[in-house]
């Protein structure tokens, strides 16, 4: 049971494994890696791909991520916290989490002004070309960034984002350091945000940002958003327990 969780757990942290990395993973031979993954496929935690014969997360194991996050109704709980920030600081708030090498947004609040930063809402972006993802992936360990990233060369999505693993090995290095993670026109071109982590310790990785047009969140601006940011997660991470 506890080296069927520990797979679990790994596909949390990525979207694919192969069956030696399971073995390797666990420390078992690949014979009994592959009868664990054969029960975690035949109970639809885990699902094999036809072609490349790599396993990712199954339906009934998001189908358990998405009732937990349910049950906690993280962003009803997050919505008055990301208000009283976009009265605060005039600009686009969001809640997100990790998803593998991604993020997703799952709760947001948007100032009343003709320009602001759009809502990101429901979407999924690759997390190291965003401040929300950047913070995330600064809690991990050396170990869990390499399985994740397992190429030196990292897709882009604008001229801005990171285009090497040492480029974000860096970058986190600093996050760590400073508490809050930045974003200026990695993901978006003309948009810059600062993230901060959701100090909790149930196992959920959160994360609330601000996201500004770039010229609006100058450098001199950062460190405020950053504590206005810090107040909002600690107060979001008391209201989860």
């Known amino acids: ?9 790994l596909l949390g942290e990525q979207q694919e494994i192969r069956l030696t990395d399971a073995g390797t993973h666990l420390g078992v031979a690949t014979s009994t890696a592959h009868r664990l993954l054969a029960m975690l496929t035949w109970r639809g935690f885990v699902r094999q791909d036809p072609v490349t014969k790599t396993y990712g997360p199954g339906p009934a194991l998001t189908t358990v991520a998405f009732s937990v ?21 005039g600009e686009t708030c969001h809640l997100g989490t990790l998803e593998g090498d991604h993020v997703r947004f799952l709760a947001v609040s948007e100032p009343d002004v003709a320009v602001r930063v ?19 992936l600064a809690e991990l360990s050396d170990e869990q960034l390499l399985r994740l990233y397992p190429s030196e060369r990292l897709t882009t999505v604008t001229s801005n984002s990171l285009s ?3 480029q974000l090995f860096a970058q986190l290095a600093k996050t760590r350091l400073d508490g809050y993670a930045l974003n200026r026109q990695e993901s978006e071109e003309g948009v810059a ?20 047009p770039i010229q609006r969140l100058p450098a001199s601006k950062v460190k405020r958003f ?16």
């Open 118 to 136: 759009a809502s990101r809402l429901g979407r999924s972006s690759p997390a190291h070309c965003t401040s929300t993802g950047k913070v995330l």
């Open 226 to 241: 950053g504590r206005a940011l810090q107040d909002a997660a600690a107060r979001l991470a008391e209201s989860l327990g």
């Open 164 to 166: 090497s693993r040492d």
């Open 1 to 9: 049971m506890d080296n069927a969780l520990k797979l679990i757990l």
């Open 69 to 89: 996050l349910r049950r906690m109704d993280i962003p009803r709980l997050a919505q008055p916290i990301l208000d009283d920030l976009v009265q605060s600081l």
């Open 193 to 212: 945000s600062v993230a901060v982590p959701v100090p909790v310790s149930s196992g959920l990785r959160l994360a609330i940002n601000a996201s500004a």
